[in-house]
């Protein structure tokens, strides 16, 4: 799979895994995130957060999901002072990795115009450029045949992001649509970053950073 991905990057945090912050935003692909997330779990040394976007959540069911899912709520829930930490920016320096997948035509617009409305656009606006971003765009096939999605994505180019192209597939609506690839292929990709210092066995489940705070309260059996 050709994708422009550079070699294995060089970062490495102190605690000698290799962390994986996934963005997932509201496209009908969205169901796969638990898939992505377990697929990426079984990476050795890999750990993983994700950060999803509100109208994601009709997609996925939170339950699926072994590790910590950061929401707009939990962004403003945890700052009451100066003093206290600021959710995006923590992430940010959490991750060795962000990966958007889905990526839908919404959110697509907002980081090409520079738009930070909610925790994962904040997040991608304060993204280091030192620090890989890959993207998967997924939407109607209208959608991403309006012109304006290529300069949306031409645009995520120029800022250093890298896309893993989407491909043709029927949509529950009926319609074909451009959807994330096979998502072993984006665990391959995200693979394919991570550094050999960071392939020892550590456990994915053991997060070093995480703020203290009950999350979000999740609707049960959805």
Known sequence: MQTGVSPKCDLLNGSGTFRVLVGV???VAALKLPLLVSQLLE????EVQVVSTEH???FYNPAEISVKVYTDKDEWEL?????DPVLHIELRRW???FVIAPLDANTLGKIASGI???LLTCVVRAWESSRPLLFCPAMNTA???HPITARQIASLKDFGYVEIPCIAKKLVCGDEGAQVRAWSDVT???HSLQPPGARSGVSSESTSWEITHPGPAWPQGT
Do not use: E, I, K, Y
């Open 79 to 83: 700052w009451t002072q100066r003093s």
């Open 25 to 27: 935003t509201g496209s």
């Open 95 to 97: 991750a060795d990795l």
């Open 43 to 46: 990476l050795p040394g890999v």
């Open 56 to 58: 994601a959540h009709h």
């Open 188 to 190: 391959q990709t995200c």
């Open 116 to 118: 930070c409305d909610n």
């Open 143 to 145: 959608m991403w045949n």
